[in-house]
């Protein structure tokens, strides 16, 4: 059967779809926004993201959460995206140590919104990498193989994502007792 999109459906493949975007579209779209510059980019991404979903889900193995795949597929189309239309990262291989501390404390009480909005307000370098390392687990290796770094720039760029929000949210920095 031929949709009216010219796509060729087999059975209940159209609804499940829809199924499958309903279910699945608004956490995506969380983490696309993570990555993109502005709401329309995430959009952007989301829709990208979903097509390599329905195209690839003949793959999805049925091991770990079907979620996490999905999830997966939507970082890596950002990244793609991020690859494709900005010729120019801002990642700098600086192997400048600087100093982090163990551990950090906010003071104020800040809402998740708030947080949201100082890291997406970081540069493209900073705030890839720390989304990836932070957010969605990657380590440093991963990071680089996939962005096309060194590891000690994916570190580098992390320390300083990290420095620069501790700037930003008045954080006071405590030495952790052992």
């Known amino acids: 059967m031929q949709g009216s999109d010219g796509i060729t459906y087999i059975g209940e493949a159209k609804q499940g779809w829809e199924d499958l975007y309903n279910q699945y579209s608004r956490k995506m ?3 696309c926004l993570r990555y993109a510059r502005n709401a329309d980019d995430a959009k952007d991404i989301l829709h990208d993201g979903f097509l390599k979903v329905f195209k690839c889900l003949h793959e999805y193995k049925g091991t770990g959460s079907f979620e996490g795949w999905i999830r997966r597929i939507m970082v890596h189309t950002a990244i793609n995206t991020y690859r494709l239309y900005n010729s120019r990262w801002f990642f700098i291989e600086d192997n400048t140590e600087i100093d982090t501390p163990d551990e950090i404390t906010i003071e104020d009480n800040i ?7 100082h890291i997406n307000a970081l540069p493209d370098g900073y705030r890839i990498v720390f989304n990836m390392y932070v957010i969605e687990g990657y380590k440093h290796q991963e990071i680089a193989q996939m962005l096309g770094i060194s590891e000690s720039t994916s570190k580098t760029q992390l320390l300083k994502a990290r420095k620069l929000l501790t700037k930003r949210l008045g954080v006071k920095n405590y030495e952790k007792v052992y």
């Open 29 to 31: 779209y969380g983490v």
């Open 111 to 117: 809402s998740y919104e708030e947080l949201i909005k």
